[in-house]
């Protein structure tokens, strides 16, 4: 059975930052695009970011772009997301998930991707 566990939640003040990490079992860690996606209270879950298989292609959501960065290491079967710069509206469970297709195509939507973690809190307080 795949899992995937992430780690790295907290409460951060505005302004600060984290670093989560999501690692993977019982797959074959290289042959899957990632992503992470969040979800806050009363809202929908939606794509904060996503990786290529082999690192080389990464895609953002446009409320991230420039605080947030995503990368792997395959030989860790790792995927990483350091948050910069964090802001209230961050706030939110955070979860990664895994995409078999070879192509990056249609990666920020949530039917894309075949297997998902549990998620980790991240609270930002302002």
């Known amino acids: 059975q795949v899992q995937l566990v992430e780690s790295g939640g907290g409460l951060v003040q505005a302004g600060g930052s984290l670093r989560l990490s999501c690692a993977a079992s019982r797959l074959t860690f290289s042959s899957y695009a990632m992503g992470w996606f969040r979800q806050a209270p009363g809202k929908e879950r939606e794509f904060v970011a996503a990786i290529s298989r082999s690192g080389g292609s990464t895609d953002y959501a446009d409320s991230v772009k420039g605080r947030f960065t995503i990368s792997r290491d395959n030989a860790k079967n790792t995927v990483y997301l350091q948050m910069n710069s964090l802001k209230s509206e961050d706030t939110a469970v955070y979860t990664c998930?895994?995409?078999?297709?070879?192509?990056?195509?249609?990666?920020?939507?949530?039917?894309?991707?075949?297997?998902w973690g549990q998620g980790t809190q991240v609270t930002v307080s302002s």
């Open positions: 998930a895994a995409d078999w297709r070879p192509t990056m195509s249609s990666i920020s939507r949530v039917s894309t991707y075949d297997y």
